[in-house]
């Protein structure tokens, strides 16, 4: 009777390790923009606004699938390189259903970093708020994480330079 109790016991403590529990997200809280990087873990967009507080925000809303979007894309490369060791980040966040999809796009435009996936859309409610229904779309936030332009320009229209350098100088 004491084996049968005891070997359970003893499974539990060669196998169990001591990882810390999974993190439970609802992902049907829509106050929330959830989102995914290309290793799976999981985010949200107050997370990232928190993170780069101090720096110009400039977020692209695009999809694999979406021609202008993409079309924009060596543009945004051109705007990223100029500000390269400025207070200034570039988030990409695809509103894919295809992750496989979004993974290949990522590595056509040469979006290694701060690139994520959106769990959420359409019903997230930025999403909502914003009317974030076409793609491209970009959003502009200052220093202080605030947004200052939920339809900012387009990475192409140099008068964007001239925006950002307006609010780096802050």
Known sequence: MKWTLLIPVLFCLISCK???APVVVDLTNNDII?????????????????????????????ASWCRPCRAQMPSSRELKKKYTDK???FIYI????????WANAN?????IEETY???????????????????????LYGKDGRMIDDAAM?????????IIDGLLSL
Do not use: F
Not at 154 to 162: H, I, Q, V, Y
């Open 117 to 139: 996936l959106a769990l959420n859309y359409p019903k997230g409610k930025l999403y909502q708020l914003r009317n974030v229904s076409n793609i491209p779309r970009y959003m």
């Open 87 to 89: 207070e200034v980040v």
């Open 107 to 111: 590595q056509q435009e040469q979006i």
């Open 34 to 62: 959830h989102l995914e990087d290309p290793a799976g873990t999981y985010t949200n967009l107050e997370t990232i606004l928190e993170k780069y507080k101090g720096k110009v925000i400039y977020i692209d809303y695009w």
């Open 18 to 20: 001591n990882e810390p």
């Open 94 to 101: 695809s509103v894919d259903r295809d992750a496989k999809a």
């Open 154 to 162: 387009r990475p192409s229209n140099p008068e964007l330079t001239t």
